[in-house]
């Protein structure tokens, strides 16, 4: 163990419109360390990686390699100093080979003519797919593997390199039990390698498992570091959050009504199997998992994004046959998407006609838009929601986060459903605003909708739901009721530790 | 190897077997050696072309001038020829496929350096090159009896029995060949074309690998300037007007997906010699000009249609056993 760091940054700041994601931190790698980069989502964590990386320019700051200041100008700068990240989304190319993803940018050739050797590359190839045990075809093209391959394509990438410095993102997210224990397996020989690691996790039993050192962020800021046997859990959460861990989530106890939705044998060829549940008016359904366990896919088949080869969908008893969202509007289900700018809002479009959008033909009977009216609607229910704006002609695109997704809700809301779909609700808001989110879902279940939320933060699962119904790689795995919640039995089913289907 | 042949590739060869048999039983001759030969020495432009283009629209760009750089040094190289007849013709070939190189580095620096959309910026080139040529010849043409007999002659004289012209496109497909194969800028025009943001992480310029298209696109169509103009032994301002369209046409039959990132150079050769068994079978058999049109826009839309569903996405893998039982 070194006491010299090898890879250090100094006052690093970083601002984007709006945002000053990263003030003033500071963080330090060792060699044969593995560094523990904690904090929420929007702390900043993968702002910095990518500046640690040369994907993005600090706006000041200094960033030291082996005693020596560098200057990252491109991506592949900082990869021919051998530093190598594994990024959150993995960035490869679906329509590539697996051997040329992993050696796009760096090709291995041959002769004079640096003419490209295959033949190398494929056996290099096998040779690092053997060493991480992750069984993939070199030759099959990125876009046939699954989310849990692509990553280990990811890691493949990063090891093919002769990395000095390894940052890797979150990379358990969308990895088996089986397949963690292979990335931790990776971690040990990188160590012993010497390599200075950074690894970004939420979980904390992997942070205990794995790391030498911690660093905090919170909010852009760089709040402690330390090694991680002078510190517990419950010091690095209150450092994390800055506040005490046992928050309250409003919750209340609504007596629940009648069957609203029933989902039957819902199946797709590719993404999910045999999936159903019923849910019950003033019922909160959750649906936890691993990114990628085909939770959202199966929300868009629902809701009538996707198409599905069997299963039958019942509102309040009556069957109803979904091929588009129009259809499933009608049918008073409403889906919140997770890709909240993309898929969620118009973002040039002001407040107002975003609200009013799905129900134009409603409120303008004659053919002719009604202003006025539009307007009536979108007051009622953006004021409902406080979406903080100057006023409703603002266009969306200038709120925040939090307020984009209150002006989502508000849409769907005003076309008074009777089942509503939060899927991913309060990622990548800020604290204050997922607490108005949360207490909104109480509130709407009050008013007796019936709400199903898919959401990746197991505290918000737990907190938040009656029943929680656990996928894992495209199957319905178990189902809890509110009384037996259990963190540790939901996160080893999500992460495939259950095989049977079981209910609790 | 075995990916040289993918389904589309395959499909293709079949349809122009049986479209060359079939019009072979009607007219004998026109399954002699001989007469096939001539049609593929008539495609020899149409591949060079399609070629360069198909990097530009696998690096998610398009090039509308090819036609134009082409019309402009084809009529630069025929007036220096009718003035200076003893300038070696060799020299003067390789000047022109700098001067389309010139002309595709101009596209190519305009969208990189500017980031204006590529339709943008070769619909305005287009006009430009198309402008520069009557600016050049007054609108006066250069006839066949201004040019020089060797200036005529070199695309015309046999080698093994084989027009020189057929080898430019022989040669060039063999270049392409190993350039989108085993050259990393080749495979660098694929992975900025397929996700330009992966591309970035990866330390691809994609701005420099659509530059890179566009000025072999450019390099090729001042090449195919001398072909032209020496085989049609004529210069004028319309030369090859529309041709772009042809291009395009061969490359979208050929599987060059219009999204970017997806297209081999055996499926650019196939799309172009099946519009050149079009053109050239058609007439045989007595079908107007004007049908030949609209059996070409037909087939395009076709194509297009066919491509659009091979690439539909047939949503993600999650379940373990997808890949092995896709129709569960």
Same mark, same amino acid.
């Given at each position: ?5 090898? *890879? ?53 700051? #200094? ?48 002769? =004079? ?24 075809? =070199? ?21 093919? &390199? ?25 971690? #040990? ?8 690691? +950074? ?68 199946? $797709? ?26 939770? %959202? ?74 202003? $006025? ?7 009622? *229910? ?34 008074? =459903? ?6 991913? =609700? ?26 199903? +939320? ?51 | ?28 001759? &026109? ?8 049609? *593929?020495?008539? %495609? ?70 500017? !980031? ?14 198309? !402008? ?44 392409? *060949? ?107 058999? !007595? ?42």
């Amino acid at each position: 163990m070194s006491q010299t760091p090898f *890879y250090s940054l100094r006052g690093i700041s970083k601002a984007f419109p709006g945002v000053k994601a990263l003030d003033e931190v500071q963080l330090d790698l060792y060699p044969g360390e593995v560094m523990a980069l904690i904090g929420e989502n929007g702390a900043g964590k993968s702002t910095l990686v990518k500046t640690m990386t040369g994907i993005y320019q600090p706006d000041s700051g #200094e960033l030291k390699l082996a005693g020596e200041s560098i200057h990252l100008a491109t991506p592949d700068a900082a990869r021919k100093l051998g530093i190598t990240a594994i990024h959150q989304e993995t960035v490869l190319f679906d329509e590539l080979s697996v051997t040329e993803n992993i050696f796009t940018g760096h090709h291995l050739t041959r002769g =004079p003519l640096k003419m490209l050797d295959w033949r190398a590359m494929r056996s290099q190839c096998v040779k690092i797919l053997a060493d991480i045990e992750a069984q993939i075809d =070199p030759d099959i093209l990125l876009k046939h593997l699954s989310i849990g391959q692509r990553h280990m394509v990811a890691i493949a990438r990063a090891l093919s &390199f002769d990395a000095k410095v390894v940052i890797l993102d979150e990379p358990t997210a969308a990895l088996s039990i089986y397949e963690t224990q292979e990335l931790y397996k990776i971690v #040990e020989k990188l160590k012993s390698a010497g390599c200075a690691i +950074m690894f970004i996790s939420h979980k904390f039993d992997e942070v205990f498992a794995i790391a030498d050192r911690y660093t905090v962020f919170r909010d852009g800021c760089f709040v402690d570091q330390g090694k991680i046997i002078d510190i517990t859990q419950a010091q690095l959460v209150t450092m994390m959050v800055g506040r005490t861990v046992d928050q309250v989530y409003p919750k209340e106890n609504i007596p629940l009504g009648s069957n609203v939705l029933k989902v039957a044998n819902f199946s $797709h060829p590719t993404e999910f199997n045999d999936l159903s549940f019923e849910l019950r008016a003033g019922e909160i359904l959750g649906f936890y998992g691993l990114v990628g366990a085909g939770r %959202t896919e199966l929300m868009q088949a629902i809701y009538g994004v996707s198409k599905i080869t069997q299963g039958s969908i019942e509102v309040e008893g009556v069957s109803v046959i979904i091929h588009s969202p129009a259809d499933a509007i009608k049918a008073g289900i409403v889906y919140v998407p997770e890709e909240r700018q993309s898929q969620g809002v118009v973002l040039d479009l002001p407040i107002d006609q975003n609200i009013t959008l799905p129900q134009l033909s409603k409120i303008n009977k004659n053919g002719l838009l009604n202003q $006025h009216s539009e307007y009536a609607l979108a007051d009622e *229910y953006a004021s409902r929601l406080r979406v903080k704006a100057p006023n409703w002609h603002e266009p969306v695109g200038n709120l925040s986060g939090g307020n984009q997704q209150k002006v989502v809700i508000a849409k769907w809301l005003a076309t008074q =459903p009777k089942v509503i779909i939060l899927d991913e =609700p309060t990622k990548g808001i800020d604290i204050s605003s997922k607490a108005a989110v949360h207490s909104f879902m109480s509130e709407l279940v009050k008013q007796g909708l019936a709400v199903i +939320m898919v959401s990746s933060e197991l505290p918000e699962v737990m907190g938040m739901s009656d029943r929680i119904i656990v996928m894992s790689e495209g199957l319905q795995v178990c189902e809890f009721n509110r009384a037996d919640f259990n963190a540790e039995k939901i996160v080893s089913a999500a992460s495939g530790g259950l095989n049977e289907k079981t209910i609790h | 190897m075995k990916k040289l042949f993918t389904s589309r590739e395959a499909l293709l060869c079949i349809l122009i077997l049986v479209m060359t048999l079939s019009v072979g039983a009607i007219a004998d001759d &026109f399954l002699s050696i001989g007469n096939l030969l001539s049609i *593929y020495n008539d %495609t020899s432009i149409l591949i060079i072309l399609a070629l360069g283009q198909m990097l530009v629209i696998i690096t998610r760009c398009i090039d509308l001038s090819v036609a134009a750089n082409l019309a402009l040094t084809g009529m630069v190289i025929a007036m220096i020829n009718s003035s200076y007849p003893d300038f070696p013709v060799p020299l003067l070939v390789l000047f022109g496929a700098l001067l389309g190189l010139c002309m595709g580095m101009i596209n190519g620096l305009l969208v990189w350096k500017l !980031g204006i959309p590529a339709i943008v910026v070769t619909l305005g080139t287009m006009s430009i090159y198309r !402008g520069v040529i009557f600016l050049l010849s007054d609108g006066s043409w250069v006839n066949a009896h201004e040019m020089s007999k060797v200036f005529m002659q070199i695309p015309r004289s046999t080698f093994i029995g084989v027009a020189l012209l057929s080898w430019a496109s022989i040669i060039t497909v063999a270049v392409f *060949y190993y350039f989108t194969r085993y050259a990393r800028t080749g495979r660098e025009i694929y992975a900025a074309g397929n996700s330009p943001t992966a591309a970035f992480y990866t330390g691809i310029d994609v701005g420099r690998s659509q530059f890179i298209a566009f000025s072999l696109s450019g390099l090729l169509a001042g090449l195919c300037g001398y072909l032209w103009v020496s085989r049609y032994a004529v210069a004028y301002v319309d030369v090859a007007a529309g041709f772009e369209l042809q291009v395009i046409s061969a490359c979208v039959i050929g599987g060059i997906s219009i999204m970017g990132g997806i297209g081999t150079v055996a499926g650019c050769v196939l799309g172009a010699l099946f519009l050149g068994v079009i053109n050239n079978a058609l007439p045989v058999i !007595g079908v107007s000009p004007f049908w030949q049109m609209a059996i070409s826009g037909g087939v395009i839309v076709l194509a297009v249609i066919a491509s659009s569903r091979a690439e539909q996405k047939s949503g993600r893998i999650i379940l373990k056993n997808a890949v092995l039982a896709p129709s569960k």
